[in-house]
């Protein structure tokens, strides 16, 4: 009896102070609301389409580069950005946005907010009686979300890589633009709670530097 109670304490504690589920954590990401934005200077409005996420998974590779999992189900692809393997474990587990939510939801998030920096009026639905010649249609395919630690003799490098092909269309006129944020930091060891920080760090570097090359490129 004693024992099952430790048992069941252990897996209460696991629950409530990690997060983990079925040997994954789970450890949110910072999304970005759309919030209505007072300094649109671009004629155009922008609508953003669909966001897919395209990452290639491999099921169990040692390059933890790769997004990488035990068990490799559609929801464990769609949310996952990075594993972990804990001290005293012997297999690596998941880390992954809040149930819900995925990669693909948070990444449109983000673009959203880089065109509304950038000083574009976005709309998340497009009226049927819309003028198309005012707006940009805008679709991207995410390439890669993911971080990962690389070893040496004294620290871990964290990196992440969040990139994406992003292609916006005015009536026939097709453009493609490239956004891309790589990221790293040097620690002592990796802790799924640096993975969540350097994820967030990344994505937020991600939204500047899209907002930066948007203004620059005047799109149409």
């Avoid at 946005?97 to 995925?102: C, R």
């Avoid at 049927?128 to 990962?148: C, G, P, Y």
């Amino acid at each position: 009896m004693k024992l099952l109670k430790l048992l069941l304490c252990t897996a209460v504690t696991c629950l409530f102070f990690t997060g983990c589920t079925s040997s994954n954590y789970v450890l949110d990401l910072k999304g970005a609301p759309v919030i209505s934005n007072g300094n649109v200077v671009q004629e155009k409005i922008v609508y953003v389409a669909d966001v897919t996420d395209n990452r290639m998974f491999v099921n169990n590779s040692e390059d933890l580069s790769i997004p990488n999992g035990l068990q490799l189900s559609k929801e464990y692809k769609s949310r996952a950005y990075a594993t972990f393997t804990p001290v005293l474990a012997k297999e690596k587990a998941g880390i992954l946005v809040a149930p819900g939510k995925d990669i693909a939801q948070l990444v449109k998030e983000h673009l959203v907010k880089a065109f509304s920096d950038a000083g574009y009026a976005v709309v998340t639905d497009m009226a049927a009686d819309a003028d198309e010649s005012d707006v940009i249609v805008v679709a991207a395919s995410i390439k890669n979300f993911w971080a990962w630690t690389e070893m040496s003799k004294v620290t871990c490098n964290m990196k992440v890589d969040v990139t994406t092909d992003v292609y916006m269309q005015n009536r026939n006129l097709q453009r493609h633009m490239y956004l891309s944020s790589k990221f790293g930091r040097e620690v002592i060891t990796d802790t799924k709670e640096q993975y969540q920080k350097i994820t967030n760090e990344a994505l937020e570097n991600y939204t500047k530097a899209a907002t930066e090359k948007i203004k620059l490129s005047g799109l149409f």
